[in-house]
């Protein structure tokens, strides 16, 4: 399994325990580890591996037996590192950031729907709300301290993108795309012979009055029983691989500004409709510049992170429990 990111704990503290960890004052007091001094509970370092657990299945990864004692040693170090930032963050003399701070729980409640169920939840998670301001207070430290302490000399230089541009061309290559609109008359799997005959009546109709010349997106629009119907029927620009196997065959052999025969699939019934192609090519520098500056800035802030943080743990008295 792949290290933890100590990146992403280093610019803000704690933040797989922000939206659904225990907090520290909560039941149990045994120690997984402590850092000049200072504690790291291990029912928070517990919930933290939970919470990024639970984060990476939505994100569509898969845990087997044994990760999560794997996971275990790789988060508690990115614990570790991040309370080692915390305590460094104190000595700077960074001044008042209780705005920030306000600001930050503002923005995690933001994400309920009321004051109630923001309140609720912490309840039901045995998380007091000063609890979770303390972890967000570390996290805004942390992350002014980085800025003002860390950071401030990184920089990547246009050289310096130009040529990771040239060594990295291969990744910058884009395959041919194609852009259509469909019009979805719906069949449910379980729909009759006549029921399936009335949609195939109708979708050939739709597709008579297309090539006649009426606008197909208004058709589709009035007709289409799918979500793009809204929006005309658009469903954008797609490579290969991408939408069900029958529409993409279809989709990739049209011209442009061409209508489609009926295509049937599980779904129902659709006509095609070829916006527009574009030929596999390779994003010019101008095109991925910005991008590709962040990507590096980035690299070379987890670097110097890493670097500083190693420095910090020579120093430190760290012991594991």
């Known amino acids: ?57 939505l994100l569509g990864m898969t845990f087997e037996e044994g990760d999560k004692d794997r996971l275990r040693t790789d988060i508690l170090e990115e614990l570790i590192s991040a309370e080692l930032l915390y305590q460094e963050s104190k000595k700077s003399g960074l001044g008042d950031l209780t705005k920030e701070v306000e600001e930050q729980l503002d923005n995690i409640k933001s994400g309920f729907e009321s004051d109630k169920e923001f309140n609720d939840i912490l309840k039901e998670r045995g998380i007091a709300v000063k609890d979770l301001k303390e972890d967000i207070r570390k996290g805004v430290y942390i992350k002014e301290f980085l800025e003002k302490n860390i950071y401030t000399d990184v920089a990547v230089s246009e050289e310096e993108k130009k040529t990771s541009y040239e060594e990295n061309k291969d990744r910058f290559n884009v395959p041919e795309q194609v852009k259509v609109s469909h019009i979805l008359i719906r069949v449910e799997k379980s729909a009759s012979p006549e029921e399936k005959d009335a949609a195939n009546k109708k979708i050939e109709e739709l597709r008579k009055r297309v090539v006649s010349g009426e606008d197909f997106a208004e058709l589709a629009k009035e007709n ?11 469903l954008g620009y797609f490579r290969r ?81």
Request: charged letters at 30%.
């Open 241 to 321: 691989g991408v939408i069900l196997k029958s529409l993409e065959d279809v989709a990739f052999g049209l011209e442009k500004d061409e209508i489609s025969e009926v295509v049937e699939t599980d779904f129902g019934y659709h006509i095609i409709k070829l916006a527009d192609r574009k030929a596999p090519h390779t994003l010019s520098y101008s095109e991925v510049e910005a991008n590709l500056g962040r990507m590096l800035l980035e690299q070379r802030r987890k670097e110097t992170l890493d670097k500083f943080i190693a420095g910090l743990r020579e120093k430190a008295k760290i012991e594991r429990f």
């Open 224 to 234: 289409s029983e799918d979500a793009s119907g809204p929006r005309g029927g658009d």
């Open 1 to 57: 399994m792949r290290k933890i990111n100590t990146y992403l704990y280093g610019v803000v503290i704690l933040m797989l325990m922000l939206s659904c960890a225990i907090s520290c004052s909560a039941a149990g007091s045994k120690y997984a580890a402590k850092v000049n001094g200072e504690g790291i509970k291990s029912v928070t370092l517990e919930a933290a591996i939970d919470n990024f657990i639970e984060n990476q299945k």
